[in-house]
Antibody, heavy 121, light 107 residues
Framework: QVQLQESGPGLVKPSQTLSLICSVS?????????WSWVRQPPGKGLEYIGY???????YYNPSLKSRVTISIDTSKIQFSLKLSSVTAADTAVYYC??????????????WGQGTMVTVSS | AILMTQSPSSLSASVGDRVTITCRAS??????LGWYQQIPGKAPKLLIY???SLQSGVPSRFSGSGSGTDFTLTISDLQPEDFATYYC?????????FGQGTKVEIK
């Protein structure tokens, strides 16, 4: 059974770069999957950040596009998120998730447990 | 970006009740809509995709309907473990966008 696990610093200083890794276990990272990041500020709703495909294709939410990089390392079976020039507004729980085409449509069928990242000096 | 509006923002219900949550898209999205359940402190969990397809392993008391701009999630016979926040998500086009959430609380 495929599982996802986020890892990375829980505290990042303002103006620095937030870096997270999502490790994939129990299955292949090289398939028709869209390895994604979603975040949730404390007490608020969910925001889609973007995805990477194992072939290297990426998509970034325009609201974050200038600051986001999502990449994949198939040899390590992991993908990563980098968000530059962070501010307090980037404080959130960050989830990695797998999006794939199911029998009748696309969906995020597997999620990591989430990791809290606080931006503070 | 497509705006997804859920209603109500919160509701109180009792075990055994039938609960309906609606989600409206700012433009037509065919049936490219999913419903996710989030228990506090946990990751979202897929319930319904393609507007009405029940994800494997999800109890049949959850059902979804709708197409175009108006969608509904129904929970029949509400159970204690169903008290959570529910989000709709459109995946018709990018950027994918979530509704603001509907919190289902115990009456």
């Amino acid at each position: 059974q495929v599982q996802l696990q986020e890892s990375g610093p829980g505290l990042v200083k303002p103006s620095q770069t937030l870096s997270l890794i999502c490790s994939v276990s129990g299955g292949s990272i090289s398939g028709d999957f869209y390895w994604s990041w979603v975040r949730q500020p404390p007490g608020k709703g969910l925001e889609y950040i973007g995805y990477v495909h194992y072939r290297g294709t990426t998509y970034y939410n325009p609201s974050l596009k200038s600051r986001v990089t999502i990449s994949i390392d198939t040899s390590k079976i992991q993908f990563s998120l980098k968000l530059s020039s962070v501010t307090a507004a980037d404080t959130a729980v960050y989830y990695c998730a797998r999006r794939q085409k199911l029998s009748r449509g696309d969906a995020f069928d597997i999620w990591g447990q989430g990791t809290m990242v606080t931006v503070s000096s | 970006a497509i705006l997804m509006t859920q209603s109500p923002s919160s509701l109180s219900a009792s075990v055994g009740d039938r609960v309906t949550i609606t989600c409206r898209a700012s433009q037509g999205i065919k049936n490219d809509l999913g419903w996710y359940q989030q228990i506090p402190g946990k990751a979202p969990k897929l319930l319904i995709y393609a507007a009405s397809s029940l994800q494997s392993g999800v109890p049949s008391r959850f059902s979804g309907s709708g197409s175009g701009t108006d969608f509904t999630l129904t929970i029949s016979d509400l159970q204690p473990e169903d008290f959570a926040t529910y989000y709709c998500l459109q995946d018709y086009n990018y950027p994918l966008t979530f509704g603001q959430g509907t919190k289902v609380e115990i009456k």
